[in-house]
């Protein structure tokens, strides 16, 4: 079973910044790619960022340019770090780390994203 732990969620002023960190812990198996989604009550979660093992990244239309996603293999860790936030970027963050070998999607608890304008 794999264990995510996320940090550095808050409150934030617009046009600020903050990042996020997610270290996964269990599992004896190589994770692949690893994300973060983003869900508001009452809508669907969507993704923010991934990033492969190899460092392949994918981003959101409505973030490139101001959110950046990287990782630490080693630590089996995933960041996101977030400048020139806006409200609309408030929301519940989530981790997400693919195992492969497993052929499973394991997610963080949240952590929440408060931008105020």
């Known amino acids: 079973q794999v264990q995510l732990v996320e940090s550095g969620g808050g409150l934030v002023q617009a046009g600020g910044s903050l990042r996020l960190s997610c270290a996964a812990s269990?599992?004896?198996?190589?994770?692949?790619?690893m994300g973060w989604y983003r869900q508001a009550r009452g809508k669907l979660r969507e993704l923010v960022a991934s990033?492969?093992?190899?460092?392949?990244?994918n981003y959101a239309d409505s973030v490139k340019g101001r959110f950046t996603i990287s990782r630490d293999n080693a630590k089996n860790t995933v960041y996101l770090q977030m400048n020139s936030l806006k409200p609309e970027d408030t929301d519940v963050y989530y981790c997400?780390?693919?195992?492969?070998?497993?052929?499973?999607?394991?997610w963080g608890q949240g952590t929440q994203v408060t931008v105020s304008s």
């Open positions: 990033i492969t093992r190899g460092g392949t990244t």
């Open positions: 269990g599992t004896i198996f190589t994770i692949s790619s």
């Open positions: 997400n780390v693919y195992v492969q070998r497993l052929g499973m999607d394991y």
